[in-house]
């Protein structure tokens, strides 16, 4: 199926132990990426469905699956939940970070992954990923930087075939990413060695935003990440939104418009997409619930297992997910807390003193 | 005040490393300490400086101690928010300053790990994070600072995998290997500050804290540290008003300056 016959950096196919590379190649077959953005309808239709339906019809078994947002900010989390509801399979996981492997699409349905970040900052590194790197549950396919996966993203949203960059430089990385070769600017007589970042051009991305209309022109604020980017390199689009507006609102309210709607091809609507995690403006994270998860990703895999169930599997729908972490009075104080920490509504008088999870906490306090 | 609590290591290294960050600087914030002595210093002798956040935020107004690089209080009012690839491109253009960086280990050239310990990379003894933006702070800002717990198991004489490119194999190694900027400028421990020897690259004491002596810190280093000739100056520690502003302003939860199990 592949346009190109590709050449990696052996050093790294070599230390990573990758026996066949064909599993490589789709992510950065840019021309493959750029019929299949072709071949869609481009016209301006209505594209709205159910995000049962969105991920039913447009993630297949061994996609290569993209991340967004930036762990538990804007993280399409509840998409990620129903790719695991229905039973997705032999995936692939690129995003900065891929910290979501851990709690998105978990690793029994992601074999693999284009590792750059996974841990949870403060909380340390995340054994649960660990384990699971050294059991060989899921195999490492490349080994990123932030930025250099940024420009990978970038580069196919600009429709390049690769960057050079200057990150990556004298470290491991491109010893263990067989996308990544250090060349030298040909612009440059004495040499001026550079990475090369080719451009990366995943299977499936879905983006979570404030608001789209029903032909997807999206609009969202706080950190865009690499989502502008992803929305672009990507073959298929799935947006999600808090709301489905009007094209006149788009149109009249063109300031925060991001991404255009032709490589959309569906749009949800899906208030509390990016729950437990945070929204910008519109709901703060259920901190404590993090909490639990990080204590149980230490714990390692029955205690996965049991998450996976209780919060996946068990779960019909995002609505489900809402009424186990609060119900009402968690949808008002996160609002509530949100708007306070970004200085939208008036902070003084909000506390954000919290008692953080410990075993002791109550099974159904999550905020 | 006479009740108040003494200082625990990470305040120190909190504090000392808020003196590493001069007034005006555009400044590059890592995750966990960074964030605790960026905000610290703003609060203190730096409130001119800006702040840079890989996930797009910066410049935010003053709110609480963020959870991570991309929580609210990294854009609160910033007067734009970027994407990831624009925001570490000011560091390759020259438009950020210093970053402040930690490290899992650190080598004497200021090499960094932050991806694996072990000897195989398919079968680590333990995954760490990652990069991040570990590699792409290291590589494009102009000065780099790195802060964290100072043990011979993470002063390393060979760290087991090169998240991030100090100075390499010394010298002008890192010149010649196409990187950007000065590189590590100086490391935070809790022993002491250290900088690099100006020709072999190589990390120097620059002061050490209460109570440590060079042989101690040497003890707690699993490379040899260049040790400068004459006495070697005690480090600054914070007065009890900074421990107030760092306990009760900058981070009153506790998420980073508290020790673990205390």
Known sequence: MSSFQFEYNQEAVKNLKIEDTSILDRLVDYRHAREARHKKDHSQRDKRMSLSEAVAEYVQDGDILGYTGFGYVRTSLQSDWEVIRQGKKGLQSIGSPNTCQSYGVTFGNTPYTHASYAGAEMRGYDKYFSDNIKSGRVKILSDWSHGLMGLGFKAAQLGLPGVFAKSGLGSDLVNYNPYLKVMNNPMVKNGDPCVFVPALCPDITFIHVHAADMYGNARFFGPAVNDLALAGATRKLVITAEEIVSNTDIRWNNKGVQIPFQNVDAVVELPYGAAPGYMPGCYYWARRWWEKLFTMMSEGQEHMDKYVREWILDTKDTRDVLKKLGGVDFMINQKRLAKAAEADNEDSGVSFKYEPWTPNTPPDVFD | ?262
């Not at chain 2, 609210?72 to 925001?87: A, D, F, G, Q, V």
Request: glycine fraction near 12%; charge should be negative; hydrophobic fraction near 40%.
């Open chain 2, 1 to 262: 005040m006479a009740e108040s609590k003494p200082m625990n290591p990470l305040e120190m290294l909190a504090y000392v490393l808020s003196r590493q960050i001069n007034d005006h600087e555009v400044v590059y914030i890592g995750t966990g300490l960074p964030m605790v002595a960026g905000i610290l210093a703003k609060k203190t002798h730096a409130p001119h400086i800006t702040f840079v956040y890989e996930s797009g935020g910066q410049d935010p107004i003053e709110g609480g101690m963020p959870w991570s690089v991309g929580g609210p209080e990294t854009y609160r009012k910033s007067p734009m928010i970027l994407e990831m690839p624009y925001s570490f491109g000011q560091a390759a253009m020259g438009l950020v300053d210093t970053g402040f960086l930690g490290f899992a280990q650190l080598d004497m050239y200021g090499n960094a790990n932050t991806t694996m310990i072990g000897e195989e990379f398919t079968n680590p003894k333990v995954r760490l994070t990652g990069s991040g933006g570990n590699n792409d702070v290291a590589s494009l800002c102009e000065k780099i600072v790195f802060v964290g717990i100072q043990s011979p198991q993470k002063f390393v004489k060979k760290c087991d995998f090169i998240t991030s490119a100090g100075h390499l194999t010394g010298g002008n190694a890192r010149q010649e290997s196409g990187l950007l900027g000065q590189g590590p400028i100086a490391v935070v421990s809790t022993a002491g500050v250290y900088d690099f020897e100006p020709d072999t690259k190589r990390m120097r004491i620059k002061t050490l804290h209460p109570g440590v002596s060079p042989e101690l810190a040497q003890l707690a280093s699993g490379f040899e540290l260049v040790r400068p000739a004459g006495e070697i100056p005690v480090t600054e520690i914070p007065n009890e008003e900074i421990l107030e502003i760092l306990r009760h302003e900058v981070d009153p939860q506790g998420f980073f300056i508290s020790m673990p199990g205390a």
